[in-house]
């Protein structure tokens, strides 16, 4: 007899179960935000997805590297047993849900001249002009202050950035 009542009661939940989770497998969104909700410990909306690697399912998967894409989301590595190489998941964890349907995101603005770039720099003196070699010590955009190392040399100078190949020494000296 307990046999009986605990199947009567049981068969309704594993049904509705069941359904629930047919339910979620049609939409990937929905299967990836459960998923990563479980393994960051925090509540995913499936409208923060942005895009989903094409993987039947996540079982056996777990998370990679996680880094900041170009468009400001967060670009997550899944990597599975099944599969040789890891997929790439796009989420938007700053913006809350309800809104991000209709947030467009901004483009990231890249600087013009990058930290480590080789450049041309002109040095003005009341009584000379010369054009030196050096190597950006800061990233900057075009009229920005940055640091420049004199190419095979330790001195440093401050420079203000023209163009991503050009800059002109304001200041000798650290």
Known sequence: ??????RALLCPAILLLASLAHADSSDPHALAARWLSQQLQRSIDATQVLSVPRIASFDECSIGRVRTAITGSTEIDVRCAALLFPQVLLIDLDMPSEKHASRPVPPRKLPLVRAGARLQADWR????????????????????????????SARVLHARVLSAHNVEVISAGA
Do not use: K, S
Request: overall charge neutral.
């Open 1 to 6: 007899m307990p046999y009986r009542i605990m």
């Open 125 to 152: 003196a009341p009584a000379m002009h010369a054009t030196i070699p050096v190597i950006a010590l800061d990233p900057g955009e075009r009229g920005a202050e940055i640091r420049v190392r004199l190419e095979g």
